[in-house]
């Protein structure tokens, strides 16, 4: 239901559109400096005000009305599309703020009387745009971020039968968690009965990288897969012994090269000497 107060609002956005909308697109192009096309603000621009009065004219008064539902779709909808776009948070709020500048074209005293709510409410239209905008910039990094370390820990066939994880960088939980699914995938997909978990691209191994190995390998274990560790260089080697850490029966090698051999001179012994 109507409040007074929300019906003359709407009744003078309603009378007012063109001058309010020429001068909020005019404030609107300047701030975006070409980013986008005038037509494109025009139709974006027209959506978000023919929703603010149309919730004005259905009672609404706060953002978090009801009546307002639509408004707050779009104005999700235009922050999500402009931070995959990568607009500034600036730009975007702006966007909205620059409303204010149409309002203040209203030169009728008696028009603008009325317009200290309607000020506030445009306040909180660019606030919800930029607190939206900044939630789905979160959302593309933390993508983003998750298709990195997919990227950056590929599984390899090296020879059938044999599967190399190459290890490039720091080795922490979320990683490690990432590389026993691709790995324990891997395995299954190829039927490979030799894993090789390279760590000449890992800066430093100290107990937690050490653990994280370790895990990796018994993952890889329990699937029957013949574990080996290898880019164990003379300074890794000499940091492992410092620490205590204990590898117990997991083979390791000096590089990759060498793992490989050993993977395929004992895909060439016989199985019962393989056990044995």
Request: net charge negative; proline share 3%; aromatic share 4%.
């Amino acid at each position: 239901m109507p409040t007074a107060r929300s019906a003359q609002l709407s009744t003078i956005l309603t009378d007012h559109a063109e001058a309010v909308r020429a001068a909020w697109l005019d404030a609107s192009s300047v701030e975006l400096r070409g980013r986008s096309t005038r037509g494109e603000l025009e139709r974006e621009q027209s959506d978000i005000y023919d929703a603010l009065v149309e919730g004005l004219r259905d009672g609404g008064s706060e953002l978090g009305d009801a009546a307002f539902d639509q408004l707050r779709g779009i104005l999700a909808d235009v922050s999500g599309a402009r931070a995959r776009l990568g607009f500034t948070p600036r730009e975007t709020a702006m966007a909205v703020f620059a409303l204010k500048e149409g309002l203040y074209s209203l030169v009728d005293d008696d028009v603008r009387a009325h317009l200290t709510p309607l000020m506030r409410l445009v306040d909180d239209l660019g606030l919800y745009t930029f607190e939206n905008y900044a939630d789905a910039r979160e959302a593309i990094i933390t993508e983003q971020a998750e298709q990195l370390m997919e990227l950056s820990t590929p599984v390899v066939k090296l020879w059938e039968g044999i599967v190399a994880v190459p290890l490039v960088g720091t080795l922490d939980s979320a990683r490690t968690q990432v590389v026993m699914e691709k790995l324990l995938n891997t395995l299954v997909e190829t039927g490979s009965e030799h894993a090789i978990i390279d760590i000449t691209g890992v800066p430093a191994v100290d107990t937690q990288v050490a653990q994280h190995l370790l895990k990796t390998v018994v993952a890889a274990r329990l699937m029957g897969a013949q574990c080996t560790i290898s880019g164990i260089r003379p300074q890794i080697a000499q940091t492992i012994v410092a620490l205590g850490i204990e590898f117990g029966d997991i083979r390791t090698r000096a590089s990759l090269a060498d793992a490989l051999v050993d993977a395929l001179r004992e895909k060439k012994r016989p199985t019962s000497e393989v056990r044995g």
